[in-house]
């Protein structure tokens, strides 16, 4: 009877240290984004424009891509569904037209402004607080 008794002990101190551990964030869920790559295929319901490539890739707390024209760079944090970016930093090259400079800073924009994400028959979505949506294709 002691034995059992030790071992119903032992079973709940692992359960409840991995309940606080987790509840402090120092076990973290898995990273549903870590080493996955997207295309963009629409901003808040339009297409990307034809001929430009916009592009994510998701590592170790890093995210990158092509914006189009240009390449950028900086961390991302998940936490659930939840999302956060920061220090996004891009290349400075001019495109030559206007309209892939304004869909790259519209991109850029609801990139930083990011919040919450979902991913569903291989598509992601990254939301922004108005809750306007950057659809994404798994590469």
């Known amino acids: ?3 059992k008794s030790r071992f119903l002990f032992l ?6 240290s991995t309940f606080l551990l987790s ?7 898995k990273d549903a984004l870590n080493g996955t790559s997207w295309l963009l295929t629409a901003i808040d319901d339009t297409p990307t424009l ?12 890093q995210i990158g891509g092509s914006s ?8 991302y944090e998940t936490k659930g569904k939840k999302i956060t970016t920061s220090s996004i930093i891009m290349t400075m090259m001019a495109c030559v037209e206007p309209s892939v400079m304004e869909q790259e800073q519209t991109f850029l924009q609801y990139l930083q402004d990011a ?7 291989e598509q992601l979505q990254i939301f922004d607080s108005n809750g306007k949506a950057l659809t994404f294709i798994q590469e």
């Open 1 to 3: 009877m002691e034995t």
């Open 11 to 16: 079973i709940t101190i692992v359960i409840l």
């Open 23 to 29: 509840a402090c964030g120092l076990i973290n869920a």
């Open 50 to 61: 034809e001929g430009t490539k916009v592009t994510v890739e998701f590592s170790d707390g």
């Open 68 to 75: 189009g024209c240009n390449s950028y760079g900086g961390s």
């Open 115 to 121: 919040q919450t994400f979902q991913i569903s028959d």
